[in-house]
């Protein structure tokens, strides 16, 4: 079975995952927005998606730890990996304490805050062929890039609000 979904919420995304495991589908794999599955036994799998370092040694060392520690990397795009571990081995967590969560989600802001910077870059450009020809196609890009931003800027509020979450206890 395949469903089309985007997500920029990686809690959501795994909430998301978690239950249609516990219908009976083992997530599988996912690619611009599609995301397979197969038949499982209900809730046979924990699910998590983790944000990755950005070189591709480093990517395979953190993949082949966590196959070595029982987990299995189910799928990557880009720097994100999906993991999933069998529920019927207890709990699967990727950050137990409060330190490592604040760093983890950390590393998330900054790398939806890069992508903000760039987005807010081409946005601008837009807007500058959009009040230099006023041509129609400059309309229809400036209003999607714009969606962009909103939907990124989105994201790194909502990590920024879950780091102070933390924080506070």
Request: proline share 3%.
């Amino acid at each position: 079975m395949r469903k089309f979904k985007l997500y920029y919420d990686k809690d959501e995304e795994e909430a998301w995952l978690q239950s249609m495991c516990a219908k009976g589908w083992a997530f599988q794999k996912f690619f611009l927005g599609v995301y397979t599955f197969e038949p499982c036994e209900p809730g046979e799998y924990t699910y998590r998606i983790d944000l990755m370092a950005n070189s591709f040694q480093e990517q395979e060392q953190y993949k082949a730890f966590m196959r070595e520690t029982g987990v299995e990397p189910v799928a990557q795009w880009y720097r994100w990996c999906y993991l999933r571990r069998k529920a019927s081995e207890g709990p699967f967590e990727l950050y137990s304490d409060v330190d490592s969560m604040i760093a983890h989600y950390s590393r998330i802001r900054r790398f939806f805050t890069g992508a903000l910077v760039l987005e807010a870059i081409c946005l601008l450009t837009e807007i500058n062929g959009l009040l230099t020809t006023g041509d129609p196609v400059f309309w229809f890009f400036t209003g999607l890039i714009l969606a962009f931003v909103v939907v990124i800027a989105s994201a790194v509020h909502k990590c920024g609000h879950k780091i102070r979450g933390l924080r506070e206890g």
